[in-house]
């Protein structure tokens, strides 16, 4: 009895997480994780470095938001104030690029550490934020 409970409770978790995952796709306008008629799209899109600022070596704050934080922020998954959305954002912008990186770069509150971004370093971090907090200078 104990073994049927475990596999059933196994397969909701599974078949959540692909859901989730399905989600997460779509808000973000990829296909869903096994559709043939897409081919092989990624989370994943684009890794670029950005050496021609300067001899800054690493990606660059767009490329690490794509990397991790749009997963989230494009959607406002997990409570995550939504990219370039002011009335959400009006509480964080008080708090200055050095906190918000540090919250990105440890985790705060339902946000996981460095965006689940794991090879990303503490600069790209900071660009990536940066790349968010330009987006009001864009938008206004």
């Not at 008080?94 to 996981?112: H, R």
Request: negative net charge.
């Amino acid at each position: 009895m104990l073994r049927i409970l475990f596999t059933i409770t196994m397969f909701s978790v599974l078949h959540l997480n692909a859901d989730y995952e399905d989600e997460v796709r779509k808000r973000l306008g990829l296909c869903p994780k096994d559709d043939p008629k897409c081919g092989s799209q990624s989370l994943i899109v684009s890794t670029e470095s950005s050496e021609s600022e300067g001899g800054i070596i690493g990606r660059t704050g767009e490329s690490v938001y794509n990397l991790g934080c749009a997963a989230c922020h494009a959607a406002g998954l997990a409570g995550a104030p939504l990219f370039a959305d002011l009335s959400q954002w009006g509480g964080r912008l008080e708090k200055g690029l050095e906190m918000l990186t540090n919250n990105a770069y440890n985790g705060y509150n339902a946000m996981p550490a460095k965006g689940l971004c794991m090879d990303c370093s503490r600069e790209e971090i900071e660009r990536s934020v940066q790349y968010m907090l330009d987006a009001f200078t864009l938008t206004e």
